[in-house]
T-cell receptor
Framework: DAKTTQPPSMDCAEGRAANLPCNHSTISGNEYVYWYRQIHSQGPQYIIHGLKNNETNEMASLIITEDRKSSTLILPHATLRDTAVYYCIVRVADNYGQNFVFGPGTRLSVLP | DTAVSQTPKYLVTQMGNDKSIKCEQNLGHDTMYWYKQDSKKFLKIMFSYNNKELIINETVPNRFSPKSPDKAHLNLHINSLELGDSAVYFC????????????FGPGTRLTVL
């Protein structure tokens, strides 16, 4: 079972920031938070990951609360092409014996 | 210069047949995976191979047999196909560089009639 909970769906206006929340209240100290997304009919795509510090890359920002029990993925200027299912996953890095467990994710619809 | 490729993209076959799906990655990764995404869109891992050795084998029927001829390839062979095998199958790979991020192929949509 997934160790994260996410809202099933969200809408965002084009050009605005999309803030996708994720709860992971049982996260362990050595587990990272990963975000992936799946655009319709395509393979999942890596977005970003972090352990405890906030992270930013060319795609998004990841804000992790101080207690690490929740995080928020921020797409600063959402476009129509960001419409996808977004998955939040917690996992120990480089642990071949531990799966990436994908939950149902959040279906983000970016509206014109 | 596709990173993770799968063939075929679509596969339609009759119940009881045997079929294979091929996966190749040109990223130099050590670990490869097979995932199944069913009609409810849940993405579940089936197998994981690291350096050609099986690491993860989830509760998958033994009709499914992965084969890794080398680190760049992980093929999935399915015997005696059943209706419930209809799904999209994704191959992925990762490198133990400290990030362990996975790169997915485009998927193979299998339809069993």
């Amino acid at each position: 079972d997934a160790k994260t909970t996410q809202p099933p769906s969200m809408d965002c206006a084009e050009g605005r920031a999309a803030n996708l929340p994720c709860n992971h209240s049982t996260i362990s100290g050595n587990e990272y938070v990963y975000w992936y997304r799946q655009i319709h009919s395509q393979g999942p795509q890596y977005i970003i990951h972090g352990l405890k510090n906030n992270e930013t890359n060319e795609m998004a920002s990841l804000i992790i609360t101080e207690d690490r029990k929740s995080s928020t993925l921020i797409l600063p200027h959402a476009t129509l092409r960001d419409t996808a299912v977004y998955y939040c996953i917690v996992r120990v890095a480089d642990n071949y014996g531990q799966n990436f467990v994908f939950g149902p994710g959040t279906r983000l619809s970016v509206l014109p | 210069d596709t990173a993770v490729s799968q063939t075929p993209k679509y596969l339609v076959t009759q119940m009881g047949n045997d079929k294979s799906i091929k996966c190749e990655q040109n990223l130099g990764h050590d670990t490869m995976y097979w995932y199944k995404q069913d009609s409810k869109k849940f993405l579940k891992i089936m197998f994981s191979y690291n350096n050609k050795e099986l690491i993860i084998n989830e509760t998958v029927p033994n009709r499914f047999s992965p084969k890794s001829p080398d680190k760049a390839h992980l093929n999935l062979h399915i015997n005696s196909l059943e209706l419930g095998d209809s799904a999209v199958y994704f191959c992925a790979s990762s490198h133990p560089s400290g990030t362990d991020t996975q790169y997915f192929g485009p998927g193979t949509r299998l339809t069993v009639l």
